[in-house]
C-alpha cells in the first residue's frame, strides 16, 4: 500500500526568505508523485509533478521539487517566497495512470510572513 | 490542463433536507471520479470513487444511503447529501481522472455545505 508522510503541518517563513516542505513517501512499485496547492475555500490545484526523466520538476511559479528514489523523497522548494503563497500545500502519490485515488499527505501550511 | 468545474461553491440548507452537488469535466471525459470531504486544517478523506455508468464504491465508514453518487455520464457526477445534519457541514470537493495516459487528477472548486 502507498503512504505519504508530510512531516511538518505548519511552516512560518519570511517573505524572500527560501522554504522547503518535506514529502516522503512509500510504494513498492514505480510511482507518480505530485504536488497540489489549496487557497482557502478553494480546490486544489497541480503545482508539479514527476512521471519520469529528469528528477528535477519545476513550477511556473518558481516552486521545483526533486525526486530522490533512494531516499523515498519528493521535496518541494522555492529559493524566495512571497506572500501570495501562503496557503495550503498537499503532496500525493499514484502507482496507476488512470482510475484510482490519489493518495495524499496531510498537508502543510505554508504561512509567508511580511 | 483540464477543467473541472463544481457547483455550488457555497449552499446553507436546512436540517433535514438534500442538497445536490455536480461536478463536471468540461473539455475532457471523466471515466472515474473521486468525492473527498474536507474537514478545517485536515487533508482530504476520499469518501468514494464512482466510473461512469457502474456504482459507486464507498470508503469504509462512509454511508452509502446518505451519501448518493450518480456517474450517469462521461462528464458528469453528482454527489447528493440526503436529509442533511449539521454534522454533515464540510467542504466537499470532487475529482477527475482519465485513462487517456495523463496521470494526474483535476479538482473542481469544491463545495462548502453549511447545514442549519
Known amino acids: 500500500a502507498q503512504s505519504v508522510t508530510q512531516l511538518d503541518s505548519q511552516v512560518p517563513v519570511f517573505e524572500e526568505a527560501p522554504v522547503e516542505l518535506r514529502c516522503n513517501y512509500s510504494?513498492?512499485?514505480?510511482?507518480?508523485l505530485f504536488w497540489y496547492v489549496q487557497y482557502p475555500n478553494q480546490g486544489l490545484q497541480l503545482l508539479l509533478k514527476y512521471l519520469s526523466g529528469s528528477t528535477l520538476v519545476e513550477s511556473i511559479n518558481g516552486f521545483e521539487a526533486e525526486f530522490n528514489k533512494s531516499q523515498t523523497s519528493f521535496h518541494l522548494r522555492k529559493p524566495s517566497v512571497h506572500i501570495s503563497d501562503t496557503a495550503e500545500y498537499f503532496c500525493a502519490v499514484s502507482d496507476h495512470p488512470g482510475n484510482t485515488p490519489l493518495v495524499f499527505g496531510k498537508g502543510t501550511r505554508l504561512s509567508v510572513i511580511a | 490542463g483540464a477543467v473541472v468545474s463544481q457547483h455550488p461553491s457555497r449552499v446553507i440548507c436546512k436540517s433535514g433536507t438534500s442538497v445536490k452537488i455536480e461536478c463536471r469535466s468540461l473539455d475532457f471525459q471523466a471515466t472515474t471520479m473521486f468525492w473527498y470531504r474536507q474537514f478545517p486544517k485536515q487533508s482530504l478523506m476520499l469518501m468514494a470513487t464512482?466510473?461512469?455508468?457502474?456504482?459507486?464504491?464507498?470508503e469504509q465508514g462512509v454511508e452509502k444511503d446518505k451519501f448518493l453518487i450518480n456517474h450517469a455520464s462521461l462528464t458528469l457526477s453528482t454527489l447528493t447529501v440526503t436529509s442533511a445534519h449539521p454534522e454533515d457541514s464540510s467542504f466537499y470537493i470532487c475529482?477527475?481522472?482519465?485513462?487517456?495516459?495523463?496521470?494526474?487528477?483535476?479538482f473542481g472548486q469544491g463545495t462548502r455545505l453549511t447545514v442549519v
Open positions: 464512482s466510473n461512469e455508468g457502474s456504482k459507486a464504491t464507498y
Open positions: 510504494s513498492s512499485v514505480s510511482v507518480y
Open positions: 475529482s477527475a481522472r482519465t485513462n487517456s495516459g495523463v496521470p494526474e487528477a483535476f
